[in-house]
T-cell receptor
Framework: AAGVIQSPRHLIKEKRETATLKCYPIPRHDTVYWYQQGPGQDPQFLISFYEKMQSDKGSIPDRFSAQQFSDYHSELNMSSLELGDSALYFC????????????FGPGTRLTVT | AQKVTQAQTEISVVEKEDVTLDCVYETRDTTYYLFWYKQPPSGELVFLIRRNSFDEQNEISGRYSWNFQKSTSSFNFTITASQVVDSAVYFCALSLVLFGNEKLTFGTGTRLTIIP
């Protein structure tokens, strides 16, 4: 069965650079969630999209922006990167018939040096 | 706001022992879902179980069992006859049954180490 795809899987950036993380949900899933997991911490909700509209927002820094495109894939754009942005970024998707079951991607590990 | 507490930061047990991971949650909502996820050293989040707030029936799946007690706001997870492959960080999580607000609120996780 198809799973959530995230790219890249690993990314190394320097401070003040920009990064773009991509998420491809499971086919026919219309909702995408982004979570950030710092080292040794629990995943924290950043933002979610339903049918290409932002549906909920968590503790996402103003330096970050995200959107969901017409094909339902989503991108998380991160600018002016800081050392503290180093984390594992998860994307999850859910389908309209079962919005309370989120399927997680493998994550993108971002390292800011 | 919702809150999930996993008081046990780290647990180590010898292989074949039983181990229980505790989870206590807080929410003012009456309808919600509770989850357990496993995060092995490779980093992915592996879904283990989902339970809705109206279903307090305990569940057993192989060596895993879950005890949901609404009266004490707890959703504990027991591994019977632990194995080395069970070594991972385990997260308890909660989401509301509210359209547009299905985000997961995670506990801080319990790192479980099974000693061979």
């Amino acid at each position: 069965a198809a799973g959530v795809i995230q790219s890249p899987r690993h990314l190394i950036k320097e401070k003040r650079e920009t990064a773009t993380l991509k998420c491809y949900p499971i086919p026919r899933h219309d909702t995408v969630y982004w979570y950030q997991q710092g080292p040794g911490q629990d995943p924290q909700f950043l933002i979610s999209f339903y049918e290409k509209m932002q549906s909920d927002k968590g503790s996402i820094p103003d330096r970050f922006s995200a959107q969901q495109f017409s094909d339902y894939h989503s991108e998380l754009n991160m600018s002016s990167l800081e050392l503290g942005d180093s984390a594992l970024y998860f994307c999850a998707s859910s389908d309209p018939g079962n919005p309370y079951e989120q399927y997680f991607g493998p994550g993108t590990r971002l390292t800011v040096t | 706001a919702q809150k999930v507490t996993q008081a046990q930061t780290e647990i180590s047990v010898v292989e074949k022992e039983d181990v229980t991971l505790d989870c206590v949650y807080e929410t003012r909502d009456t309808t919600y879902y509770l989850f357990w996820y496993k995060q092995p050293p490779s980093g992915e989040l592996v879904f283990l179980i989902r339970r809705n707030s109206f279903d307090e029936q305990n569940e057993i799946s192989g060596r895993y069992s879950w005890n949901f007690q609404k009266s004490t706001s707890s959703f504990n997870f027991t591994i019977t006859a632990s194995q080395v492959v069970d070594s991972a960080v385990y997260f308890c999580a909660l989401s509301l049954v509210l359209f547009g607000n299905e985000k997961l609120t995670f506990g801080t996780g319990t790192r479980l180490t099974i000693i061979p």
